[in-house]
């Protein structure tokens, strides 16, 4: 019966001009047909290809050329478009990789016939990027046909030379020039970007006559349907009663004896056709076991290639006819009878799927196969259409089996230690609005519908393209509901199939299904940022006459995004009742009649429209939870606020054991951000403590940020406010500059704690370095960091002046250079550092710069160095700053001025997760202002472990600071201490971070 269709619909075509696409008064598609002999050559390791192209121009234009699009090309030339933009963003830690596809080569181009002309010399061409650009030789009336002759081969040495035989597979998907879409906008002939799949390719819909030769050993699964020769199913029919050992002995003998058998048999020969297809892809490999499934009448063919495939048989063979049939409750039935899923990455389409057998990902790429397979989108400009659409799909159906959470909480636990099973798993939906908010509070929040090539860097991409835009889908479903939005998706099958479609022919058909305006809706997430936060204003309750109970709700738009937004009404013992208010003004009023008496009320319960500020939705609800590693980055429940805890432990001369209790609170993580501490001396009987609290300045950027803190700590006390301002390119920047502009007081309460112990190779002694003075100090800091492809640079400074009402004015500067050059497996770095005090008094011990450290009231600031010693900061662990002569870490040194230089070599490479290097330092200090100067300098090796810097936010965000340890063994000074020799065994440490 399909076949009686298939010839029908193609003579009503045929009659109608055209091999297979008619000309349409109201809409046209240009006619394609390829036909394509290739041969695997496996003495020389190449795919040998020869492709007909046929092109129906059905447009009302004269073409004067046409263009064939070369994706596996991409990225050979690292002048084309996709190696310059991946080499963007590859500097520093962060590696964004496309490798290499096997490089395509164009032998010859013969135009065959074009209209009614026949006779053509052969074709000179050329590339630009990925794009053939042909001139034709003669115009291309509208109506008339051409076809064109190419000849073209593909290096396979990287599949056919495989150490590991199991392994061997042939892969074709960008393998065969494709001819780029022709619509009234004229040629879409977009070069292959970063970050796009061979699957983003926009092409014309086509039919497909491919002829292909193997090994005879080789088993052949294609996008098309074999029409002549055996693709080799029947070589390994996989049978799932088969034990793990007995499998893999039979597999290995078959492939064996088969291997001896095709030295003499020569190739397989294989004849596919594909109709309606925009690309054609195919995988040979001796190694493919077949099964099959039968769901409703369908044939499902399975392969497979690992030991385990029986595992994978029987997982699939569970979820299949699930997914099918959730698939047909979005998109209707699926339209092939008869398809082959592949248990191997790949390029998906409707005949031939290639994924796992996991749920969520089978449901994925499911709609990949049938968007673009079916519907196609141009992915270059609207990719968020189709992925978003295969993330929206893949987490409702993990949500239909495992509910609100959408995972197997039992399976996500199962391989988790104790402290781990301690941590709160979101659902799969929340962690979608928590990283879609994070993104959007970044400050480097995008549109979502965006050019691939136009977003700031890879994050801003797959942030707008899958999670902003699957929460896109949400929040359309929850406008127009859960049946109008599986209507729209159904009815988007129909009307555009085999059609190219945008955004705007999209929303006309949830428009025309759901029967609502969507323009407003559309416009504000698509092409703009907009910030959602909706307040539950005043609320009254009364009773009326009739005993009926009014609740009068008022609901304040305080953000500039709209969306109709629920307002929930708790009657107790289970009971709510919910209206919608519908968020376009800037205040209303949302009324209730109950019987009952209402209890509580709250707007967006469950947390629909991505609010941005759920606290004042409600009554606010605090959790208490240990305050474990990066818990508050993945845990951000949106209407509470968080609140870590961890116990403080320490000890020094003074207090004796310090005991206490620190807490972290914080709003979504970054907002609100409350910092408490309280700490007791056993030994001083007395208390220490901290308070604090951060916020964003402007709540759609999270960097730019107001503090306010005080605590008394050791015999001192501080006070702080400060505004700090992050600027960068994107989320992955190469570039970021920071500036912190603020205010300071800090006073000494008991002068016992005023001193500490240091050590170096010869001895150890408590020294007295802060004095008796009250500072009061405005200060402005600043950090830039750069990176190109092998070289980095960063610097940061701080100038400071104190002023009355404190006991001493003056005023300093300090600040660093850094250059690192890396190449040929080789790091270097030089450090360029300063320091210059000014004004009427001289430094407070406090504030002097030090030869090696940061001065002392930075180390009390950054809790690196207590009274008398600390277990937790031993005397051979520092702080790099100052001159940074790190030969002379033991030894204070306080300075009124230096300038120094420090030089690194080493290899670029961890040896057991280290980096070693040797330094060479040296600088002129000097005690006194006006004093002589002091030349000192040091040499030795060193190593570092996590020791980078983070690209985010052009490294405005360190993640690893904390965690980072570089010790140092400088064996020689130029000027030891007496009785010690300039060659000797030293060594240093340094913690977290730098300054």
């Known amino acids: 019966m399909r076949k009686i269709v298939i010839l029908t619909c193609t003579l009503i075509l045929f009659l109608t001009g055209s091999i297979c696409f008619s000309q349409n008064t109201s809409k046209w598609k240009q006619g394609v047909h390829y036909k394509i002999e ?35 090309n991409a990225f050979q030339n690292k002048e084309n478009t996709a190696a310059r ?124 006559d491919v002829t292909i030769s193997t090994p005879w050993n080789f088993t052949i699964v294609t996008s098309g349907e074999a029409v002549s020769g055996d693709a080799g199913w ?20 078959l492939r064996k004896e088969y291997k001896t058998q095709a030295q003499t048999k020569g190739l397989r020969t294989v004849r596919f056709k594909a109709e309606k297809n925009h690309n054609f892809t195919w995988i040979a490999s001796p190694n493919l076991i077949h099964y099959q499934h039968i769901n409703q009448g369908r044939t499902i063919d399975l392969f497979d290639r690992g030991n385990k495939s029986r595992t994978w048989i029987k997982s699939m063979s569970e979820i299949i006819d699930s997914t099918l049939a959730f698939h047909s409750s979005y998109f209707g039935e699926y339209p092939e009878k008869r398809f082959t899923i592949l248990n191997h990455y790949g390029m998906t389409q409707p005949r031939l799927i290639c994924g796992s057998s996991d749920r969520f990902e089978l449901a994925a790429t499911f709609v990949e196969a049938i968007m673009p397979g079916i519907v196609s989108v141009n992915t270059i400009k609207e990719g968020w259409i189709s992925k978003g659409m295969a993330i929206y799909i893949g987490k409702k159906f993990n949500e239909q089996k495992w509910g609100k959470r959408g995972y197997d909480l039992k399976e996500a636990q199962k391989d988790q230690n104790f402290i781990e099973k301690r941590y709160p798993l979101p659902s799969l939906d929340q962690l979608a609005k928590d990283f879609t908010r994070l993104y959007m509070s970044s400050g480097q929040n995008e549109a979502i519908s965006k050019p691939i090539n136009d977003y700031s860097d890879p994050i801003s991409y797959f942030m707008n393209s899958f999670l902003k835009a699957e929460q896109f889908y949400e929040m359309l479903e929850y406008v127009i509901g ?34 609502q305006d969507l323009g407003w809706f559309f416009e504000q997430w698509l092409y703009g940022t907009p910030t959602i936060d909706y307040k539950k204003g005043a609320v009254k ?103 870590l805890w961890r116990p403080l432990a320490g000890y020094n001369l003074q207090d004796g054991l310090k005991l206490g209790l620190r807490t972290n609170g914080s709003y979504r993580s970054v907002f609100n951000n409350l910092s408490l501490e309280l700490e007791y001396g056993f030994l001083s009987k007395s208390f220490d403590g901290k308070v604090g609290y951060s916020h964003p300045i402007w709540r759609d950027n999270m960097l730019h940020r107001y503090s306010l803190f005080a605590r008394r700590n050791e015999g001192r006390y501080e006070i702080d406010a400060n505004l700090k301002f992050n600027f960068s390119g994107g989320i992955i920047a190469t570039g970021g500059q920071s500036l912190q502009f603020g205010i300071n007081l800090i006073d000494v309460i008991d002068m016992d704690y005023l001193y500490r112990e240091v050590e170096n190779e010869q001895e150890s002694a408590e020294i007295t370095e802060w004095q008796n003075s009250k500072i009061f100090s405005i200060y402005a800091a600043g950090t830039f960091n750069k990176m190109w492809p092998h070289f980095a640079s960063s610097g940061r400074f701080k100038l400071s002046s ?61 809790n690196t160095v207590k009274t008398g010693g600390d277990w937790k900061n031993f005397n051979r662990r520092f702080v790099e700053g100052g001159a940074r002569l790190y030969g002379y870490a033991g030894r204070p040194m306080p300075l009124e001025k230096y300038v120094s230089y420090n030089f690194e070599f080493g290899l670029n490479r961890e040896i057991f997760g280290t980096r070693w290097f040797g330094f060479y330092d040296e600088g002129l200090l000097w005690n006194e202002r006006d004093g002589d100067h002091l030349r000192r300098a040091d040499a030795g090796v060193g190593f570092r472990f996590l020791d980078f810097k983070s690209l985010f936010f052009g490294g405005n965000l360190p993640l690893f600071e904390g965690l980072s340890l570089r010790t140092y063994f400088p064996f020689w000074v130029s000027h030891p201490l007496p009785g010690e020799e300039k060659k000797a065994f030293r060594w240093f440490v340094a913690f977290g971070k730098k300054f």
Request: proline share 5%; with cysteine; hydrophobic share 35%.
């Open 234 to 253: 029947s070589l390994f029919e996989g049978d799932t009663t088969m034990v793990d050992s007995i499998f893999v002995a039979w597999r290995d003998s």
């Open 38 to 72: 290739t041969q695997i050559d496996t003495t020389e390791q190449k795919l040998l290809s020869y492709m007909e192209l046929t092109y129906i121009n059905n447009s009302p234009e004269t073409l004067n050329r046409i263009y064939l699009q070369v994706p596996a």
């Open 802 to 862: 104190a002023i009355k009402p404190g006991d001493v004015e003056f005023s300093k500067i300090n600040g660093r250079l850094e250059g690192r050059y890396t190449q040929f497996g080789l790091t270097s770095l030089i450090n360029l550092n300063g320091g210059l005090a000014m004004g009427t008094d001289t430094l407070p011990l406090q504030e002097k710069f030090d030869v090696a450290l940061i001065s002392p009231i930075e180390r009390f600031r950054n």
């Open 482 to 515: 859960d049946s109008a939005m599986r209507a729209c998706t159904k009815e988007l099958m129909q009307r555009h199939a085999f059609e190219h479609i945008t955004e705007s022919q999209w929303r006309q058909v949830c428009e025309d299904v759901s029967g």
């Open 541 to 643: 309750k009364y009773q009326r006459e009739d005993k009926k109970w009014v609740t009068e709700v008022e609901i304040e738009r305080k953000g500039d995004g709209i969306m109709p937004v629920e307002v929930d009404l708790d009657l107790g013992s289970g009971k709510n009742v919910t209206q919608r208010f519908d968020g376009f003004s800037q205040r209303g009023t949302v009324v209730f009649v109950t019987d009952e008496k209402p209890k509580k009320v709250k707007v967006d319960p469950t947390d629909a429209i991505l609010d941005n500020n759920m606290l004042n939705n409600g009554k606010p609800k605090f959790e208490f939870k240990p305050d474990l590693p990066f818990l508050k980055m993945y845990y951000m429940p949106g209407d509470t606020y968080l609140l």
């Open 85 to 208: 933009e991946m080499a963007r963003f590859n500097k520093g830690n962060i590696q964004f990789n496309q490798r290499a596809k096997d490089a395509l080569t164009i032998n010859s181009v013969q135009f065959l016939t074009i209209g009614e002309k026949n006779k053509f010399p052969l074709q000179a061409f050329h590339f630009t990027d990925t794009i053939l650009d042909l001139r034709l030789p003669s115009p291309l009336q509208s109506g008339d046909t051409l076809q064109v002759g190419v000849s073209f081969e593909q290096d396979l040495k990287q599949s056919l030379t495989r150490k590991d035989q199991n392994k061997v597979i042939i892969r074709r998907n960008a393998w065969l020039p494709l001819i780029a879409v022709y619509d009234s906008d004229g040629w879409q002939a977009e070069p292959f970007h970063f970050m796009m799949q061979s699957s983003d390719v926009f092409t014309e819909f086509a039919e497909f």
